[in-house]
């Protein structure tokens, strides 16, 4: 069965930072389109970021546009999201997600593998 892990999430001040990682031993992430999501509590899951296979393309949320940043590498089978400038908002069980195609998707359905999340919660 096909695992991703996320790790890296925590409890941090508003306007802090925190680094996001997410891994895999069975998935050969070059092959995958990776992403971002969060869900809040009593909300819906959401899109926050997506990079291409060869990392070149990405895609942001206009909500975490100029504060997070995504990143991969392929040779650890990893992606990253550097969470910046944290607000009382971003905090949500955050997910990676595999997705075969080359297109980043917004939309969580079209994701085919995903992690079991990690809590970010800021304060304010």
């Known amino acids: 069965q096909v695992q991703l892990v996320e790790s890296g999430g925590g409890l941090v001040q508003a306007g802090g930072p925190l680094r996001l990682s997410c891994a895999s031993s069975?998935?050969?992430?070059?092959?995958?389109?990776m992403g971002w999501f969060r869900q809040a509590p009593g909300k819906e899951r959401v899109f926050v970021a997506a990079?291409?296979?060869?990392?070149?393309?990405?895609n942001y949320a206009d909500s975490v546009k100029g504060r997070f940043t995504i990143s991969r590498d392929n040779a650890k089978n990893t992606v990253y999201l550097q969470l910046n400038s944290l607000k009382p908002e971003d905090t949500a069980v955050y997910y990676c997600?595999?997705?075969?195609?080359?297109?980043?998707?917004?939309?969580?359905?079209?994701?085919?593998?995903w992690g079991q999340g990690t809590q970010v919660t800021v304060s304010s």
């Open positions: 069975e998935l050969e992430f070059r092959l995958y389109t």
């Open positions: 990079i291409a296979r060869n990392g070149v393309s990405i």
């Open positions: 997600a595999a997705d075969r195609t080359a297109f980043l998707s917004v939309t969580a359905r079209n994701y085919d593998y």
